[in-house]
């Protein structure tokens, strides 16, 4: 079966731009998380879906960022007048539910010149 | 704020040694915890998580023990081989958020 998705794997952008950045969970899977890594440093948390609702959203930097799940799978996050220090991985993973084994996708690389 | 961290930014192991990974955590109500494996370029990978009524859970290869009295969780790899090469995160829940340490990066010596 496929694992967590996320498109596209790199992305490119000039300051200033509106981004989105895409993940397809693994099929079944209730609770979706987003992360943004940066080098050297470990996965700092986001937002979190239970379903279609943003359960958490305590994690987003400021109201630049954006994240949906519309139909409780697919889910978008949204990024606002790019700045440079958004450049970061941005990883996404889902669970079965929460407090249970989380699966990542590959990450999205965005790079804002 | 409460946070998990790991003691050690860098370990070296000889092929073949048991490798040993220690993090500490600070939230006390946390109940369920993960170890992650993240090679060059790729997502976190999922190796074994613990909770918080248990003090040992044994994989293949890995050992996870959680001692909630000094709030101390490791990770123990089984002869290390060049594959385990990586960065090894733990991570805790809180409030049903997963949230990760900086991590320890797993160097091994041929």
């Known amino acids: 079966g496929a694992g967590v998705s996320q498109t596209p794997s790199n992305k490119v952008t000039e300051k200033g731009k509106y981004v989105e950045l895409r993940c397809d969970p693994i099929?079944?899977?209730?609770?979706l998380y987003w992360y943004r890594q940066s080098l050297g440093q470990g996965p700092e948390f986001l937002i979190y879906?239970?379903?279609?609702?943003?359960?958490?959203d305590s994690g987003l930097p400021n109201d630049r960022f954006f994240a949906v799940r519309p139909e409780g799978s697919v889910s978008t996050l949204k990024i606002q007048r790019t700045e440079r220090g958004d450049s970061a991985v941005y990883l996404c993973?889902?669970?079965?539910?929460?407090?249970?084994?989380?699966?990542f996708g590959q990450g999205t690389r965005l790079t804002v010149v | 704020g409460e946070s998990v961290g790991l003691h050690l930014p860098t370990l070296s192991v000889q092929e073949g040694d048991n490798s040993i990974i220690n993090c500490a955590y600070s939230?006390?109500?946390?109940?369920?915890f993960i170890w992650y494996k993240q090679e060059s370029g790729k997502g976190p990978q999922f190796i074994i998580d613990?909770?918080?009524?248990?003090d040992k859970r044994q994989g293949q290869r890995v050992t996870v023990l959680l001692n909630k009295t000094v709030k101390h969780l490791s990770l123990q790899i089984a002869a290390t081989q060049p594959g385990d090469s990586a960065v090894y995160f733990c991570a805790e829940t809180q409030d049903d958020k997963i949230i990760f340490g900086k991590g320890t990066r797993l160097h091994i010596l041929p």
């Open positions: 099929s079944g899977h209730t609770a």
């Open positions: 939230n006390s109500a946390s109940d369920y």
């Open positions: 993973a889902s669970s079965l539910m929460i407090n249970t084994e989380a699966f």
């Open positions: 613990i909770r918080s009524n248990m």
């Open positions: 879906f239970q379903g279609t609702g943003a359960a958490d």
